[in-house]
Structure formats: structure tokens, C-alpha cells
């Protein structure tokens, strides 16, 4: 076998951004663009020799094409061995659990997450450090470096490998083993929660669940585990085979996106109870209950309060995490259960150190993502197992469940807009702005078009100091916070692949409980003219509303 070392010029835009780098299809199709990008990682991982990669993705458009490319310069790196999912597939959650099962020393997992495939879609590449989680902020810097100033590969001259067939081959002196997608995953589900328990769930009459896997990377992963292994009646996956363009879909479970599961659940003639679906690469989730789409925020503060229920977690948890713009009605919990409550800036690559030092078991995020200490990833399918679980040991249904939950904590009446594609100089100086008067704005009263007045307590720009590690990481996004305990929080999206995406956290507390039925928006609606107000948004981005609510 030859190892070719390939001429190259480098490219200024590779600096990996929420969750690794994302572009367009076209750019990482550019001669030189996707092999530039994967020899800076493997530069950073440095000697290469005698180590252990995991290599899979979500199966979007280019995922064949990129894992040819990535085997052949992980061999010509030296690598010893890359376990390589059967047809490239890997769930992230599951890319997560192969490299800590496996022992592995990282792993490439090709995704654009809930970003549209196809074509003229999006291709995403992360790298995962050896505990199974998001390469940290010191490891992407360190790849954009080397990215900006490299000057050559290395590949393998060769034929493409088949990876149809589970089994070992080498390549060169690599060996590439293709695993089982599904396999590691689904025994350490296995592991944490009561299967038998579950089983009975689906065996009720009075229970009937649809899991809309969007035509993404968890088809497979529902198929075998809820209709296989917990008994599901068939047919309760649905859009179950994965796509290379997600049948034309936003792989992205949220009440835009999944409309279709929504009105399922609000349609009495289909008789389901609970619906659930999951996005691209399987590590975000939306959980619904009949005529109740429950909110991310809303989803964490309920699996922690009841967390108990389910066997990994029968002893307590050692603390919990959110992500800044989450809405804090876990923190609620956590207080009423004496524990920690870390608040982390977006990005679940921070979550990692709390979970390793043992200081989180369970974290969430306001963007469907919900996780445990299992994996280092946030874990769709796990979040969903975690509801299953509460539902079988209560014998509650779900929307009884976050009642219940708003009765005995109160609730913290949250909503996410998102203002797509702006321009991006234009969310700049929007977020310049508001850094920029954010320490003049304590004590500030508004007058807002309903006459409703409302005093600033205090706003910041947020700054996270890792407890594990002391890295500071700053600009986080600005948190304006009111007297009477509402927040708006501003922050540009850092997974967006076309100008700038604006997105305005809005949450209002309320104990009352004639609040509690009353639409999100109209609860809100104070708050989403003050953000106008304070951000300038109509004005500077020009667009009169949001594209996306959630
Ligand atoms: C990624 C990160 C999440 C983050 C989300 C939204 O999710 O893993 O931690 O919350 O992006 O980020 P942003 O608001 O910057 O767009 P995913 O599912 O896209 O990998």
C-alpha cells in the first residue's frame, strides 16, 4: 500500500463552532476541504501510532464519500485501529458509548446534527476526545491553528474499503473493524433502566406511543430497541429508515419541525398517548404528551424530579446541568432535593468535565437535549427510555405528569425565538450592542405597549469559570434579568451555516395556576416586546418576527 502526501493550501473558514465544524455540502466538497480539516485533527491528536479511533455519522449526504477518505487517512496517520459503524452509520450517543465500551482514544462523528441534509444541505465533522465527549474549546482552537497553516496530507492509495459487511480487514497496518451500529448502544441502555418495567408500559391498553425518527440516524436504534426489545408494537417507529436527505425534512424535533407528531398527539381517533422524536444524529429529543408539547427545559426538570424511579439513578444524583439559556425550573428540583445545579454556557462539550469529575449525573439543554452520565454525549433515545420508565413506574400519563410537576414547583413558562439566516454583520452589531449597554441597564424601567411597565434588575454578558479545570469562557451571551424574576437572554447560534441565526431566550415564573393553561405566547408576550425594546431587533435585522418558535 502508498501513502500519497498530497499538496495543499489552507482555508480560513475551519474553525469549528457550537458542535464541530458545519458547511455547506459544497464547501466540504471543495478539493482538499475535508482532508484539510481531518489532518488538522489528526496533527492535534498527535502520534497516531498504536491508537484506537471510532468513525461513523448519521448517513446524510456525503457520509459515504467522507468515511472513505477519513479510513484512509486515519491508516496513512498510523492509527492501529478505527472501529467504523456497518455502512458508515453511528448515532453520536452511540459514538459516544462505542469509544468509552471500546477504550478508544477519540472518534469522528460525521453530522450536521438537525441541520437539513441533501445535496445543497449541510455536512458536519466533530471529533470526540477519549471519555467520549466533544473535543474541548483548547482542542478545536488548537485544530483551527493547524487548519489555517497546513500545507500538506497524508492518504492511502487504494481501492475504497467495504464496510457493508461486520468483521475486521487492514489497511496497511490498520486494522478497520465494522461494528454493529446499534449493538454497544443498546446493551448499556440495557444496563441503566428496567426493561421488564417498560415492557408492561407497552403492554397497557391505555398506552400507545409514536416515535417519529424523521427519516434520521435513530430509525434503526427505536426499531431494535423499543419494537424489538421492549415489546413496541410495530409500526410505533415511524419514518424509520434513514435518508441521505431526510426525505426532504429539517431533521429537527421541535413543534416546527414535527408538526406532524403534535397534531398525532392532539387527534383523539389515533388513540396515542405519548410521542417522542428524535433528530439527525439521535442525540436531540422532543417528548409529547396528548394535547401537550413538553418543552426541553420543561422534560429535564421532570426526568431529574423523578429520577429515582429508574434504576441507574435509584441512589440520587450527584448534582445536575443546564445550559445558561435553559430555563431554570430544574434548578427548582435540585434545590428541593439538596443538590448541585451547574449553569454552563451552550454547548454540551462543557457539560464534560462536571460529568467526569462526578459532579453532574444528569444534564440538559434548552435545544432538545437531554443526557446522563452513561455516554458524554446528550442521548435522545436515553431521554425518551427516561420518560418510558416514569411512566411505567407511576402509571401516569405524561401530560398528568408536568401538571402535577407545575402544581408542587410552579412554572417557569419558557420560549425560544429564532430570527434565520440574518445577516451576519447585522447579529453582530446587535450582540456588540447589547455587551455594550448591558452594565447600564440595572434599574431601567420600560414602558411596553400594553402599558405593562417592567424594571431591570440586572444584565450581564456571560461568563463561565469550569469549576473542574478553571478555563473562563466568555461572551456566553447577554442575560438581561427582571425584578419580578423573568430573563431574556440574546445569543447568536454557533451551528448556523448561513449569516447569523438570533436567538432570543424568553422565561417567566409563575405560581400561579390560572397561568399555567394560558397560551406560551401570551404569558410571554410582556417579554418579547421589552427583548424588541432593549435588543432593537426589528430595527437592526429587519425582519418583523421570528422564524422559529419554540
Ligand atoms: C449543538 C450542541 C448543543 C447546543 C446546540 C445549539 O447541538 O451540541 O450543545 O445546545 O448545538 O447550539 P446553537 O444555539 O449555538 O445553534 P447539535 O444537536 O446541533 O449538535
Known sequence: MTIRVIETTAFDDQKPGTSGLRKKVARFALPHYLENYVQSVFTVVG????????????????????????????????????????????????????????????????????????????FGIKYNLSNGGPANE??????????????????????????????????????????????????????????????????????????????????????????????????????????????????????????????????????????????????????????????PSDSLAVIVANARLIPAYEKGLAGVARSMPTSRAVDRVAEALGISCYETPTGWKFFGNLLDAGKATICGEESSGTGGNHVREKDGLWAVLCWLSILAKTGKHAETLVREHWARFGRNVYSRHDYEGIDREAGQTLMARLREIAPTLAGKCFTLPSSHTMVIDKADDFTYHDPVDGSVSEHQGIRVFLKDGSRIVFRLSGTGTVGATLRVYLERYTDNPAHYEEPVQTTLKPLIDLADQVAHIREITGRQAPDVIS
Open 138 to 295: 483548547t482542542f478545536t482552537d488548537a485544530i483551527f491553528q493547524v487548519s489555517k497553516k497546513i500545507t500538506q496530507y497524508a492518504i492511502e492509495d487504494c481501492p475504497d474499503l467495504n464496510i457493508a459487511q461486520i468483521g475486521e480487514q487492514t489497511l496497511d497496518k490498520t486494522v478497520i473493524e465494522v461494528i454493529d451500529p446499534v449493538a454497544d448502544y443498546a446493551a448499556l441502555l440495557k444496563s441503566l433502566f428496567d426493561f421488564e418495567s417498560i415492557k408492561t408500559l407497552f403492554a397497557r391498553p391505555d398506552f400507545k406511543m409514536r416515535y417519529d425518527a424523521l427519516n434520521a440516524v435513530t430509525g434503526p436504534y427505536a426499531k431494535r430497541i423499543l419494537e424489538g426489545m421492549l415489546g413496541a408494537p410495530e409500526g410505533t417507529v415511524v419514518n424509520a429508515t434513514p435518508l441521505a436527505d431526510f426525505g426532504g425534512r429539517h431533521p429537527d424535533p421541535n413543534p416546527v419541525y414535527a408538526a406532524d407528531l403534535i397534531r398525532a398527539l392532539s387527534t383523539p381517533a389515533l388513540g396515542l398517548s405519548f410521542g417522542a422524536a428524535s433528530d439527525g444524529d439521535g442525540d436531540r429529543n422532543m417528548v409529547v404528551g396528548r394535547n401537550l408539547f413538553i418543552s
Open 47 to 122: 502520534d497516531c501510532h498504536g491508537k484506537t479511533l471510532v468513525l461513523g455519522g448519521d448517513g446524510r449526504f456525503y457520509n459515504d464519500v467522507a468515511i472513505q477518505v477519513i479510513l484512509k487517512m486515519a491508516a496513512a496517520a498510523g492509527f492501529a485501529r478505527v472501529l467504523v459503524g456497518q455502512n458508515g452509520i453511528l448515532s453520536t450517543p452511540a459514538a459516544s458509548a462505542v469509544i468509552r465500551e471500546h477504550k478508544a482514544d477519540g472518534g469522528i462523528i460525521l453530522s450536521a446534527s438537525h441541520n437539513p441534509g441533501g445535496p445543497k444541505g449541510d
